[in-house]
């Protein structure tokens, strides 16, 4: 029997949760392809000329605004930066007004970062252009998810059957939820470790296992995801201090002993070096981080490219279904 | 001369007075004169045939926004959106702008109500100044002009000193009830939905369900002490129906209230992140939903109120994070209830119309909630079959923020008299 061609259908993407493991193969396997157009002297593609891209930022970001900036110029698209840091209330003007002044102006991709989750799903419900999802409040942050499952694709070749640890603050990551999204349908097995407090309500209905305890699982790992404390989402003080936190879930040279020698070590940047891993840990080499914010490029580009082909193709059903319905 | 009405044919039913069966009411200079047999001319006479005459229903829970926030409501279109549901009494809460925390205020709402000339519009005055939770407020100066209770609504009362202070004192009037909003502030942070599951994965903050019980446990002590009489507002955890149900069968002073969205909705609603959907306290699930209603079955829960919460379409088309909570539903309450508890046989006809009209009447201490000869009539005529499709374009009340839009609901309401006046007919609107 022959397999049935892939067709990417969606115009936006606002989280992996809703992808099947196909869509997320076909988004990285289109990544692979644009690998190489940053290795070219001259680094751009005529892809997306003549698309206008708008980054709409309500949160401080530069790697991901920047790594979004250079994927759309890549692929010769116009891009409008737009960032606001004040959040909308009643009284000025709300996301909506923001959103649908700029689609006046005729754009076809929203780039959006937002600290209040489900932001990019609001908007892409009141808007016509399509929606990329910079990440909401601790909801998601798909192509950050994407980049890490790409990253460790490319150096073992698939994620079946490899044990990863994501460690540290999972209740106010999206990071985390787009990554257990990411590595659990590519067939990994996903462990979250942090304290108690800095685990999400009922984490225990999502596919993982979890710990406590960073040494009893650091040895059986193939990777290991150290996520960023964020100390701007907290209340109150989660832990009792810093120190006590580096203790037991900092990636220490001495935690560094008891690894897999061939342990992929990551982090979603920007990094605390000293809290959540010591910086020999960071540089040594075991770390892949540098490798991600490459490999975001690539895989934001195919991102774009293909939020662009989902718009066409639905630009298409709805001219073909107009001519028949004018005939 | 006397000013006679006669409501003929009608199937009425009067828990108080024990009466499930067909029969005419008369009443005369508006005040009931007799529920029976006899068919005496009349001024006006309302053919009842097929319809349900029920006691005025009541709704100890509603915010009409005046005064502050007009452009959401006003005394006047909530009075009209209460009598188009079949309401002839409801409470206003008092987190208004400025809050109802004196008698002057008190005064005034009671005077834009009768102005309105709909519903009856009763108020509870706030338990703490500004409702800031530390200075007693006047609450004896509101209590004689006419306040029916107390509370803080829209928060809890966070301290328990002030709180048994409010109980203690408010103790020495007569026929007045502490109301309170069972939520502590330090357990639900800065939450917006549900705490559990949903609210991980839509990465929203969430509010355990402990910052509603935790409170309640704690006032469950305080009223122990003070003997105080307790009612708590849209109970909305199993818990806290356990929690109800043990104070009660210990004798203590305590009723409470249900929401029609903590029976008909749970947080999966809010996977869209539809504001409509947000509303405080939160939608639960499903296991909450249904201790709720095994509650109300065994008569745990003393009454219904829609905690009718309006706001502008630009407040709600905000983003989950920072839209208000609450959630517009006087007008097609009453078909909520009929399809949640009538319809699945939870409870019967007499049981609904005895927690909608007379165990409300006696937690604010009015003389309502019956066809007894002699009290004000104040009647709600309705077609228990009549379909209708919930239309918030249509709704007299000046918001639209109702999820129940669309919706397939039965029993519409045909008359609600009030005080022998039609203030609402079905065919002239």
């Known amino acids: ?241 810093t120190k006590e936190y580096s203790h037991y879930f900092g990636l220490t040279v001495e935690r560094m002993k008891k690894v897999k020698k061939d342990i992929l070590v990551m982090h979603p940047g920007p990094i605390n070096r000293g809290l959540e891993m010591e910086s020999e840990v960071a540089d040594g080499p075991n770390s892949v981080i540098l490798q991600q914010v490459t490999n975001g490029l690539a895989v934001r580009m195919a991102v774009l490219f293909l939020v662009n082909q989902g718009a066409m193709l639905r630009q298409e059903i709805k001219d073909k279904r107009e001519r028949l319905e004018g005939q | 001369m006397s000013k006679t009405l006669l409501i003929k044919n009608g199937h009425v039913i009067d828990p108080a007075n024990k009466i499930n069966q067909k029969a005419h009411v008369y009443a005369v200079d508006g005040k009931i004169a007799e529920v029976g047999k006899i068919e005496p001319k009349a001024d006006l006479v309302i053919d009842a045939a097929g319809r349900f005459v029920l006691p005025g229903l009541i709704d100890i829970h509603v915010h009409f926004r005046e005064p502050g926030d007009e452009e959401e409501e006003t005394i006047a279109s909530g009075s009209a959106a209460a009598v188009a549901g079949g309401f002839t009494s409801v409470v206003c809460m008092p987190n208004t702008d400025p809050a109802i925390d004196d008698a002057t205020s008190v005064e005034y709402i009671h005077r834009m109500g009768r102005q309105a000339r709909k519903t009856h519009v009763y108020v509870m005055g706030a338990i703490t100044k500004d409702r800031a939770g530390e200075q007693l407020s006047e609450m004896g100066f509101m209590v004689q002009a006419g306040a029916v209770g107390f509370t803080d609504d829209g928060s809890g009362v966070q301290n328990p000193a002030v709180m048994l202070r409010a109980l203690k004192y408010a103790s020495m009037f007569k026929n007045i009830v502490i109301s309170q909003h069972c939520q502590d502030n330090w357990l639900a942070g800065n939450g917006v939905m549900n705490s559990g599951y949903n609210s991980t994965v839509l990465g929203l903050p969430g509010i355990d369900p402990l910052a509603e019980e935790m409170m309640l446990w704690r006032d469950i002590q305080l009223v122990r002490k003070t003997n105080m009489r307790y009612h708590v507002q849209h109970v909305s955890t199993a818990r806290c129906a356990e929690l109800i149900r043990q104070a009660k069968k210990e004798g203590l002073p305590i009723t409470c209230e249900v929401a029609p969205h903590h029976l008909l909705l749970t947080d999966d609603s809010c996977c869209d992140y539809d504001t409509n959907y947000k509303v405080n306290p939160p939608l639960r699930t499903d296991a909450d939903i249904k201790a709720i209603k095994q509650a109300i079955k065994d008569g745990i829960i003393d009454t219904l109120a829609s905690d009718h919460a ?106 609600t008299i009030v005080g022998g006046e039609i203030r609402y007919s079905a065919q002239e609107s």
Not at chain 1, 46 to 61: A, C, H, Y
Not at chain 1, 115 to 133: E, T, Y
Not at chain 2, 330 to 340: F, M, P, R
Request: charged share 25%; glycine share 8%; with cysteine.
């Open chain 1, 1 to 241: 029997m022959k397999k049935k061609e892939f067709i990417w259908k969606r115009r936006h993407l606002l989280g992996l949760r809703g992808l099947s493991r196909e869509e997320i193969e076909h988004i990285l396997n289109t990544a692979k392809g644009f690998e190489e157009i940053s290795t070219r002297s001259v680094k751009k593609a005529p892809t997306l000329r003549g698309k206008v891209i708008v980054n709409l930022f309500f949160e401080d970001s530069t790697r991901t605004r920047n790594s979004f900036t250079l994927a759309a110029n890549r692929l010769s698209a116009d891009v409008i930066e737009f960032t606001e840091k004040v959040s909308s209330t009643s009284k000025g003007e709300t996301l909506l007004d923001t959103a649908k002044n700029l689609e006046a102006m005729g754009i076809d991709i929203v780039v959006i970062r937002h600290s209040a989750g489900g932001v990019p799903k609001f908007l892409s419900r009141n808007i016509d252009a399509s929606v990329v999802n910079a990440g909401d409040g601790f909801c998601e942050h798909p192509t950050q998810g994407l980049l890490d499952v790409y990253t460790i694709r490319k150096i073992r070749g698939s994620l079946e059957g490899l044990k990863i640890a994501i460690v540290g603050d999972i209740a106010h990551s999206r990071v985390a939820r787009s990554d257990i999204y990411a590595m659990t349908k590519l067939g990994a097995e996903v462990i979250l470790v942090g304290p108690p407090t800095l685990m999400p309500a009922k984490v225990e209905r999502l596919p993982v296992k979890i710990s406590y305890s960073l040494d009893d699982v650091i040895g059986q790992l193939d990777v290991i995801n150290m996520l960023r404390i964020q100390f701007e989402r907290m209340g109150s003080n989660p832990f009792p201090s």
């Open chain 2, 310 to 415: 309006p706001h502008l379409k630009s407040e709600k088309e905000l983003e989950f994070l920072t839209a208000p909570f609450g959630i517009a539903s006087l007008e097609c309450a009453l078909g909520l209830y009929i399809k949640v508890l009538i319809e699945p046989k939870i409870i019967d006809w007499p049981q609904l119309v005895s927690i909608m009209a007379e165990r409300p009447a006696k937690i604010i201490s009015v003389d309502k909630g019956t066809l007894g000869k002699g009290k004000q009539a104040d009647i709600t005529i309705i077609d228990p079959d009549g379909e209708y499709r919930v239309d918030v374009n249509k709704f007299r009340s000046k918001s639209k923020n109702c999820p129940y839009d669309g919706w397939k609901l039965k029993g519409k309401v045909e008359y």
